[in-house]
């Protein structure tokens, strides 16, 4: 029974390595596409030129490259030549190609148009990744407004309605979506409205700075500050843009630890005169006081003496 096991296993792999050597065998080409329009900008009607260009980044020959399906917008008339009937192309190989049409009255509307589409070859494709490519046709010219509101919200998906709470004094600033271009400012109201004046029609980015004690909830995540927004000429004056801001605890001042204050010294009361005499002191001079004092009390003695010698002398003469 063993042999016959071993025997049917060997049959079996046998069997299946042809399999897997044919598929090892037929590899995939590997188409990779790129294209730029001949401008920077358009005008309404005007005719544009995109040029392809296709790559076999395989070893493997690709057969009938062609496109096979896409999409565009504020353009009439794309011819895709080559790209429809197909060609076929070598192992390692690129080749250009252009395809031509013209933008409308909506790429002016909204400052811009697009054509994007996907390549293949008939032999398959061994990678989708980067096969597929769009280009954008920027057509200048047109203007318009653009409102919207900064409302009350817990989280960036709140949803807005007319008795919505808004959030005033909130900046807006409307710039390039590089920022190297300030288009508007404007602030919103008591209800959070605001509403931009005369913004090229196209891709804006849009700032909200909020006043102390909101945080804005912008972006994808609600983690900005900022967002795009397309601007568009049309006659409408609806609000567009809706930005939730949430009430937050106002940061407090930070206070620096006290420091006591050096005690001042206490003052040392002047030192008491020799003197005990509660009435005023002798001025003090550069004169000898004493020796004047001296001479003086011996005049005052000498007189003395002198009127009681004389008190004598005329008492023995009346006698």
Request: aromatic share 6%; glycine share 2%.
């Given at each position: 029974m063993r042999k016959l096991a071993a025997a049917a296993l060997v049959g079996a792999l046998v069997a299946v390595l042809p399999a897997t050597a044919a598929l090892a065998a037929?590899?995939?080409?590997?188409?990779?596409?790129?294209?730029?329009?001949?401008?920077?900008?358009?005008?309404?009607?005007?005719?544009?030129?995109?040029?392809?260009?296709?790559?076999?980044?395989?070893?493997?020959?690709?057969k009938r490259v062609h496109y096979t399906g896409g999409d565009s917008e504020g353009v009439d008339g794309v011819v895709y030549g080559e790209l429809s009937t197909g060609f076929d192309l070598a192992a390692g190989a690129t080749k250009t190609v252009v395809l031509t049409g013209k933008t409308n009255h909506v790429a002016w509307q909204t400052g811009r148009g697009y054509v994007g589409f996907e390549l293949a070859a008939d032999n398959g494709e061994a990678n989708d990744a980067d096969n597929i490519t769009i280009v954008r046709l920027l057509v200048a010219g047109a203007f318009d407004d653009l409102g919207g509101y900064v409302f009350q919200g817990e989280s960036y998906d709140a949803d807005w309605t007319p008795q919505t709470p808004g959030v005033p004094d909130v900046k807006v600033v409307a710039t390039s979506v590089d920022g190297k271009t300030t288009y508007a400012e404007a602030s919103t109201d008591a209800k959070g409205l605001f509403r931009l004046a005369h913004l090229p029609a196209g891709d804006v980015l849009l700032t909200f700075t909020a006043p102390a004690g909101w945080k804005i909830m912008a972006g994808e995540n609600g983690e900005d500050d900022h967002t795009l927004a397309q601007v568009t000429a049309d006659d409408s004056d609806e609000p567009r843009i809706f930005v939730a801001a949430k009430k937050v605890a106002l940061s407090s001042p930070t206070v620096s630890p006290s420091v006591s204050p050096t005690p001042s010294p206490t003052p040392t009361p002047p030192t008491p005169s020799a003197s005990t005499s509660a009435g005023p002191g002798l001025p003090i001079t550069g004169d000898n006081t004493m020796l004047l004092v001296g001479a003086a009390a011996v005049a005052v003695a000498v007189g003395t003496l002198l009127v009681l010698v004389a008190r004598r002398r005329r008492v023995r003469l009346q006698a």
């Open positions: 037929d590899p995939k080409p590997d188409i990779a596409v790129t294209s730029a329009a001949d401008k920077a900008n358009y005008a309404e009607g005007e005719t544009f030129t995109i040029t392809v260009t296709v790559k076999n980044k395989s070893s493997v020959d690709a």
